[in-house]
Each structure stands twice: as structure tokens, then as C-alpha cells.
């Protein structure tokens, strides 16, 4: 549905050069809802703006609904660019609109007539749940509301692909949360494909099926969010499981770190490394984590007793993944 082919991007400032892309290579598949993590400065801005052509890629492609955008140009650009809408961070709304005008903008763009206009705006007002909101001005609505006009307008042109720039940075958790909820909701009842990037990894955990994480320009980790949540060395476990590094085995133990990704799992596992292996379990720290319809967790243990290698083999060996310190 969307891939980067080895985008670089390189902005020059006077002398200077900034590799902002450091040859990106992503397949993000029809109907995904897609997250790119990353730090201030990773990347991610430029990369989803490569997409709908906004920023212009220094060298690589970028293939959209099986089309190399990236040589477009033109009319045929505006037509590409119509199978992709776009929120933003802080809405971007014309303040002297009210929300029905709103949403019609893009609808005038591409020539619908005014009546086509009005019911266009009326079943998106519904969509997003906006009903009766449709003459208020964007001062008059909460950060919640213009999100979901910023999603109502994106979607005038009736697109397959959705990108996201950090749309719920500037809302509270709860909004987030709601936000959050019409995205996935709309992903699965129009089979809209959601790229997305944040530095919130809230959003990946509530929402993203794949993600990959951006450092410097570069994809450093990238897969299923619930496979790499449940491998206890992946950038993105450590971020959802943090860990203490201030315990220090006592003489004769064994810290290690044990990982799942299903809860029926977790509930016995201890008593029976205990019970089997004739060992003491002793949990220093852990959680379960939500993970689309996963359970997902992590527990940092301390291992006792003469069987610890054998209860560690049968670890390995069943639905565990276990990393010895
Ligand atoms: N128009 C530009 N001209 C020069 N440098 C730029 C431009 N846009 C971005 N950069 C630089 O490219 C790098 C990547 O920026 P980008 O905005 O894509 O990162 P980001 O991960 O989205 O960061 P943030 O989360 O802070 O928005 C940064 O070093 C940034 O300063």
C-alpha cells in the first residue's frame, strides 16, 4: 500500500548538511494501522511528508496504492494526492470557516456541486460524530472536536490512506484516548490504512498493528507491534517494560528476564518452575500490557536453586522467551 524505497533526505542549511532520511526502506500493508516512533528530530515529519509529496525525497521512491508517487507531478500529483488525507497536530482549521465550510473545503477543490457538498458534509459530520456542530466556528470547539473535524475534512475525498502527524500531541489523555478510538474505528469499518508517526508510545500500544522506530534517519527496529512487544530485547519491549538495572544477583541466583505474549500463560508459569524444578521465583519487577487483542508481558526475576538451568530450558522451550543477565 505505501512503501519507502531507500529514501534519503538531505536538507542544506548555507553550508551545512542535514541527512534528515538515512536510506528508509518500509512496507507499511493495506488496511495496517502503521506507527512511526521516534525522538524529536528522527525523521518522522519528513518521512510522512514524502508520502503525499509534500517534501520531495533527495533520492529513493515512494510507492502509494501500487503508484511511484515520487514522479508525479502535476495534475496527476493532485489526483494521487486525493487517495490521501492528512491530520495534523494542531489542526490546521481555517478559523473564519465554520466546520461544515470546513470540511467542504477540499470538497470545492475538486468541483462537487453545492448540494453534492451538503449531504458530502452532513454524512462526514455523522461519521465523526460531529452532529450539530455543523455552524460552529473552530474557536467555539474543544481540541477534541477540531481533531475530529481535521478528520472529517481529511476524509472529503473519500481516501484509502490516512496520514497522521502527531494528531494528538496537543490533547489531554482522555481525548487522546477517544481520538485514538474513531481512528481505529474508521480503520476498520472503511479499511482506511492509517500511517501515523508519534513520540507517544501510548498511541503504538492503543492503536498500531506494525511500527517501526526511527533514529536518526534511520529505521533502527521495525515489525508487529504485539511480536516485538513480546521478544524481550527489542527496542520497543524495553520501552514498554522498563527495567531497573539496580539489581544485583545474590551469590548463587540467576536474574533473568521473561517475556510472553499470552496471559494464560503468565498465571501458572511461576508456580510451576517452582513446583517442577523444586526453585525459589522471585519477581523483582514486571507487567501485563494490552496490546491490540493481546495480553503482553515482561517480569525481571531472580532464580534460585540447584534445577535453574532445567527450569530455563523449559522456559526456552515453551511459549516464553527468556533473556539470562
Ligand atoms: N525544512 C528544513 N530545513 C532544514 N532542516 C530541516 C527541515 N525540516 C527538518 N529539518 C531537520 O531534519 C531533521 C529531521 O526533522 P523532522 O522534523 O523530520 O524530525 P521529527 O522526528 O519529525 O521531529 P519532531 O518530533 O521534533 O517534529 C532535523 O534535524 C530537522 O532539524
Known sequence: MIEFIDI?????????KIVA?????????????????????????????????LEKPSSGYVRVNGQEITSLSGVALRQARQRIGMIFQ???????????????????????SKLRRKAKVEELLALVGLEGKANAYPAQLSGGQKQRVGIARALAGEPNVLLSDEATSALDPQTTRSIL??????????????????????VVKQICDSVAILHAGKVVEQGSVSDLASQPDSLLAREFFPRSHNYIPRPGTVLATVAFANESARNSIFTTLTRRFD?????????????????????????????????LEYLHNSEYAVEVH
Open 8 to 16: 534519503r533526505k538531505i536538507y542544506h542549511q548555507g553550508e551545512h
Open 279 to 311: 526453585i525459589d521465583v522471585n519477581i523483582l519487577n514486571g507487567s501485563v500490557e494490552t496490546v491490540g487483542d493481546r495480553r503482553v508481558g515482561q517480569f525481571q526475576v531472580e532464580l534460585a536453586g540447584i534445577k535453574v538451568t532445567q527450569a
Open 90 to 112: 494542531h489542526f490546521n482549521l481555517l478559523s473564519c470557516r465554520t466546520v461544515a465550510e470546513n470540511i467542504a473545503f477540499p470538497l470545492e477543490v475538486i468541483g462537487y
Open 181 to 202: 478510538e474513531l481512528l481505529r474505528d474508521l480503520n476498520q469499518r472503511m479499511g482506511l490504512t492509517i500511517l501515523l508517526i508519534t513520540h507517544e508510545m501510548g
Open 21 to 53: 532520511l538515512d536510506g528508509v526502506n518500509l512496507h507499511v500493508k493495506a488496511g495496517e494501522i502503521f506507527g512511526v516512533l521516534g525522538q524529536s528530530g528522527a525523521g518522522k515529519s519528513t518521512l510522512i511528508r514524502c508520502v503525499n509529496q
